[in-house]
């Protein structure tokens, strides 16, 4: 079984940044092959934001956020970082970190790959 927990969300004005942060309870990195970052806006279904793939740090984006947020890692402390930089009231939603298990998968934009879930931080962007 393995935990995660979100952390860094908040109220930002527009054009700010952020960083949120998912640790995932496992004895090393090699427990889950990838964490992906989804969220879910008011009214709104929720959806994919970035994954990144624990052993090689292959990465992939929304276009929706594409060369505005950044995901990486820090295997020793087995946490995944969201750096979301020039925000916009739309990036307002509750953000969620989740892990694949094993891979690897065809679509890592779609939440049934994601074996594990966090509880979700909340983002505001407002001015």
């Known amino acids: 079984q393995l935990h995660l927990v979100e952390s860094g969300g908040g109220l930002v004005q527009p054009g700010g940044s952020l960083r949120l942060a998912c640790a995932a309870s496992?004895?090393?990195?090699?427990?889950?092959?990838?964490i992906g970052w989804f969220r879910q806006a008011p009214g709104k279904p929720r959806a994919a934001v970035a994954c990144?793939?624990?052993?090689?740090?292959?990465?992939n984006y929304a276009d929706s956020v594409k060369d505005r947020f950044t995901i990486s890692k820090d295997n020793a402390k087995n946490t995944v970082y969201l750096q979301m930089n020039s925000l916009k009231p739309e990036d307002t939603a509750v953000y969620y970190c989740?892990?694949?298990?094993?891979?690897?998968?065809?679509?890592?934009?779609?939440?049934?790959?994601?074996?594990?879930w966090g509880q979700g931080t909340q983002v505001t962007v407002s001015s």
């Open positions: 496992a004895s090393t990195s090699e427990d889950y092959y990838a």
């Open positions: 990144i793939i624990t052993n090689d740090g292959t990465t």
């Open positions: 989740a892990a694949i298990a094993l891979g690897p998968v065809n679509m890592w934009y779609k939440e049934y790959e994601y074996d594990y």
